[in-house]
């Protein structure tokens, strides 16, 4: 019997390797190249909303316009990232191919308009949609569809964020709270790897490239190879800060999940809730009067305004997370398509701006840590989210990026943007606890009370 369960022979071993390389290869080439893509339609459609600001104004319309693509067409892909996760847990008929291209077109529209959502949500669903595809074409069975959904989820997010370990333990990590499944771990990172290898080949091409944030503080640490040591009052206040992320994280989380059931309520035909959502962001540029809010928030239309780059500079911006957090709310309650991740990183970085001049922490430091940590918290996903910091930022803060995440993680509570996430361990023990429900059979139960 022993025998049967272990072998001293690297040879399965070698063959399984070999055969998932083949499996994922052309998977990783293809959601590389389609992320590349992806990255140049979102650049072009951005840059053309700054250059005309009046397509702000067929953002009602844009976004019925989509909503009929997916009433009409949609079917199963509208249920976005949940219906990954889903099949990655139980699979059935798989995800459908055509979520791949709807999303895409609907993301790059929503961003033209000015609808204020990110890219991830398309990157992963562009991931999954291929990854099972390719799936279906190898004929695989349901463990080894499991493997490459995971693999196209990883993928899609490396190449995207240009964050390829990060995508890897995303994959794994973002499926259930408290447990990670190292199955896929090897066959992620690959897919992860050489997506995003595939993604930079086309940036001279394309013109386009991944964001470099500035980040200051530790560099000359790190240049002058120091050993880290904690500031522990620094650590004290970053912790305090990071309280602010977890609820930032939680306040997100719950206006998007209640936001949704409100809107429908208001607005029962699934096609027309846009219509009020690309009124009610006009109205709110109008009432804010600017338009920093609009989109990704990566770069800022005007010199000196809101956005991801800037709130790691010197200039003060005390309420722009929270104006983010209102137009993204906004825009992804009424169906706007697109993702979470990107306003989730305005929200985080623009918080820890707000709050470094109040606690005396290094601007670029708080901002960098907000970045990740309101993420970790709203994604469930704290170590996924530690590692993007030290690919994004450099490692000479990894102790501060890992207290933002893990604490917003906690603090956070039982919810999250997946509501098909489910949850193995909980944050906090509880008798009662049953494992293995979704975070949306959770929240439910909640209510009731």
């Given at each position: 019997?022993?025998?049967?369960?272990?072998?001293?022979?690297?040879?399965?071993?070698?063959?399984?390797?070999?055969?998932?390389?083949?499996?994922?290869?052309?998977?990783?080439?293809?959601?590389?190249?389609?992320?590349?893509?992806?990255?140049?339609?979102?650049?072009?459609?951005?840059?053309?909303?700054?250059?005309?600001?009046?397509?702000?104004?067929?953002?009602?319309?844009?976004g019925v316009a989509m909503a009929l693509?997916?009433?009409?067409?949609?079917?199963?892909?509208?249920?976005?990232?949940?219906?990954?996760?889903?099949?990655?847990?139980?699979?059935?008929?798989?995800?459908?191919?055509?979520?791949?291209?709807?999303?895409?077109?609907?993301?790059?529209?929503?961003?033209?308009?000015?609808?204020?959502?990110?890219?991830?949500?398309?990157?992963?669903?562009?991931?999954?949609?291929?990854?099972?595809?390719?799936?279906?074409?190898?004929?695989?069975?349901?463990?080894?569809?499991?493997?490459?959904?995971?693999?196209?989820?990883?993928?899609?997010?490396?190449?995207?964020?240009?964050?390829?370990?990060?995508?890897?333990?995303?994959?794994?990590?973002?499926?259930?709270?408290?447990?990670?499944?190292?199955?896929a771990l090897l066959p992620g990172a690959?897919?992860?790897?050489?997506?995003?290898?595939?993604?930079?080949?086309?940036?001279?091409?394309?013109?386009?490239?991944?964001?470099?944030?500035?980040?200051?503080?530790?560099?000359?640490?790190?240049?002058?190879?120091?050993?880290?040591?904690?500031?522990?009052?620094l650590l004290a206040k970053i912790a305090?800060?990071?309280?602010?992320?977890?609820?930032?994280?939680?306040?997100?989380?719950?206006?998007?999940?209640?936001?949704?059931?409100?809107?429908?309520?208001?607005?029962?035909?699934?096609?027309?809730?846009?219509?009020?959502?690309?009124?009610?962001?006009?109205?709110?540029?109008?009432?804010?009067?600017?338009?920093?809010?609009?989109?990704?928030?990566?770069?800022?239309?005007?010199?000196?305004?809101?956005?991801?780059?800037?709130?790691?500079?010197?200039?003060?911006?005390?309420?722009?997370?929270?104006?983010?957090?209102?137009?993204?709310?906004?825009?992804?309650?009424?169906?706007?398509?697109?993702?979470?991740?990107?306003?989730?990183?305005?929200?985080?970085?623009?918080?820890?701006?707000?709050?470094?001049?109040?606690?005396?922490?290094?601007?670029?430091?708080?901002?960098?840590?907000?970045?990740?940590?309101?993420?970790?918290?709203?994604?469930?996903?704290?170590?996924?989210?530690?590692?993007?910091?030290?690919?994004?930022?450099?490692?000479?803060?990894?102790?501060?990026?890992?207290?933002?995440?893990?604490?917003?993680?906690?603090?956070?509570?039982?919810?999250?943007?997946?509501?098909?996430?489910?949850?193995?361990?909980?944050?906090?023990?509880?008798?009662?606890?049953?494992?293995?429900?979704?975070?949306?059979?959770?929240?439910?139960?909640?209510?009731?009370?």
């Amino acid at each position: 019997m022993l025998k049967t369960l272990i072998t001293p022979h690297p040879l399965p071993f070698l063959k399984s390797l070999i055969r998932w390389s083949i499996l994922l290869t052309p998977l990783a080439l293809v959601v590389g190249t389609v992320c590349a893509l992806f990255l140049w339609a979102l650049k072009v459609a951005t840059l053309t909303r700054f250059a005309h600001p009046w397509l702000l104004y067929g953002l009602p319309l844009a976004g019925v316009a989509m909503a009929l693509l997916y009433f009409w067409w949609g079917g199963r892909a509208a249920s976005g990232n949940n219906l990954i996760l889903e099949e990655i847990e139980s699979p059935t008929v798989g995800v459908p191919l055509r979520m791949a291209p709807m999303v895409f077109l609907a993301t790059v529209v929503s961003h033209l308009f000015g609808a204020s959502v990110g890219r991830e949500g398309t990157a992963i669903q562009m991931g999954g949609s291929l990854a099972s595809g390719f799936a279906r074409l190898f004929r695989l069975d349901n463990r080894q569809t499991r493997i490459m959904l995971i693999s196209g989820i990883s993928a899609g997010f490396g190449a995207v964020f240009g964050t390829p370990v990060a995508g890897a333990v995303f994959g794994l990590e973002v499926l259930t709270l408290g447990r990670l499944t190292y199955t896929a771990l090897l066959p992620g990172a690959f897919a992860s790897i050489l997506a995003d290898w595939t993604c930079r080949q086309w940036e001279s091409w394309l013109h386009v490239h991944h964001t470099a944030y500035h980040m200051g503080y530790g560099a000359a640490m790190l240049a002058g190879n120091a050993l880290f040591q904690a500031d522990l009052w620094l650590l004290a206040k970053i912790a305090l800060a990071s309280v602010a992320f977890g609820l930032a994280s939680w306040a997100f989380s719950e206006g998007l999940r209640h936001g949704t059931v409100l809107v429908s309520r208001v607005c029962p035909v699934p096609w027309l809730r846009p219509a009020l959502g690309g009124t009610a962001t006009i109205a709110l540029v109008w009432l804010v009067g600017s338009p920093d809010y609009l989109g990704l928030g990566v770069i800022s239309p005007n010199p000196g305004g809101a956005s991801i780059v800037d709130f790691f500079g010197p200039q003060h911006y005390p309420w722009s997370w929270f104006l983010k957090l209102v137009f993204t709310l906004v825009a992804l309650t009424t169906g706007f398509k697109g993702g979470e991740v990107t306003p989730l990183f305005f929200i985080g970085s623009g918080l820890g701006n707000a709050l470094a001049p109040w606690l005396g922490v290094p601007v670029d430091l708080l901002a960098g840590i907000g970045f990740v940590a309101v993420f970790a918290g709203a994604a469930n996903t704290p170590l996924a989210c530690t590692i993007m910091a030290v690919e994004l930022f450099g490692g000479a803060n990894l102790v501060y990026y890992a207290t933002g995440c893990f604490i917003a993680y906690l603090v956070s509570g039982p919810t999250g943007i997946y509501l098909s996430q489910r949850v193995e361990t909980p944050k906090i023990w509880l008798a009662s606890f049953l494992p293995g429900r979704t975070l949306r059979q959770g929240l439910q139960e909640i209510d009731r009370l």
